[in-house]
């Protein structure tokens, strides 16, 4: 297992355009995390799953923004019609439970223009 | 609401100085603490948790519930510890960690 992976790593779209990124949880954890880590900020919690279902989500989510995680493995966040306050870093993240702590990602950079 | 504040966003010392990152938090109820860090060009990754009562890489963290405070000390800095360091708070009844804007540290030669 090489951790949690997360893909594209750099994404540049023009606003209006829909993008999705995908995470791929470290395999023996049934919780996965969604955060935005914008300059000069922490990361900010979006959403989670355990297993498949998602349990938990941030009124930072909008109705712009879809997660899944079919099957309770890997999950995909959508935004439609990205707007430029979307640009950020969008990181994922997978545990056994919060206070065993998170293994994240590298990050998906997001790039509005 | 549930809030982490780092009340320094930089600190410079020299090798060998002693450190103390500030963390202060706002919970009404038992809240568990984090320490996560992101050294350069590498993803964040857990540095050490209350729960655990635990040292990692020299570094320790006491939980003071009268001045809700989880300051993160090392007696004696390396520069393998430059970094941008990140306090988190979780609590029982959500799976999520709620961060502070994070601090960087730097220690020079």
């Known amino acids: 297992d090489t951790g949690v992976s997360q893909d594209p790593r750099h994404k540049i779209t023009k606003r209006g355009q829909n993008v999705t990124f995908r995470c791929d949880p470290i395999?023996?954890?049934?919780?996965l995390y969604w955060y935005r880590q914008t300059l000069g900020q922490g990361p900010e919690f979006l959403t989670y799953?355990?297993?498949?279902?998602?349990?938990?989500k941030s009124r930072l989510l909008s109705d712009r923004f879809s997660a899944e995680r079919p099957k309770g493995s890997f999950s995909t966040l959508e935004i439609q019609r990205t707007e430029q306050g979307d640009s950020a870093m969008y990181l994922c993240?997978?545990?056994?439970?919060?206070?065993?702590?998170?293994?994240f990602g590298s990050g998906t950079r997001l790039t509005v223009v | 609401a549930q809030r982490v504040t780092q009340p320094e966003k930089l600190l410079s010392v020299f090798k060998g100085a002693p450190v103390e990152l500030k963390c202060n938090y706002s919970?009404?109820?038992?809240?568990?603490l984090f320490w996560y860090v992101q050294y350069s060009r590498q993803r964040l990754q857990l540095l050490l948790r209350?729960?655990s009562r635990e040292s990692i890489k020299g570094f320790t963290a006491d939980l003071n519930k009268g001045e809700t405070s989880f300051h993160l000390k090392k007696p004696f800095a390396q520069e393998e510890d430059s970094a941008m360091y990140y306090c988190?708070?979780?609590?029982?009844?959500?799976?999520?960690?709620?961060f502070g804007k994070g601090m960087k540290l730097t220690v020079n030669p």
């Open positions: 993240a997978s545990s056994s439970g919060t206070f065993y702590g998170y293994t």
């Open positions: 395999s023996e954890h049934n919780r």
């Open positions: 799953f355990q297993n498949e279902a998602q349990l938990e």
């Open positions: 919970y009404s109820g038992s809240p568990e």
């Open positions: 209350h729960i």
């Open positions: 988190a708070l979780s609590w029982s009844a959500s799976e999520k960690l709620v």
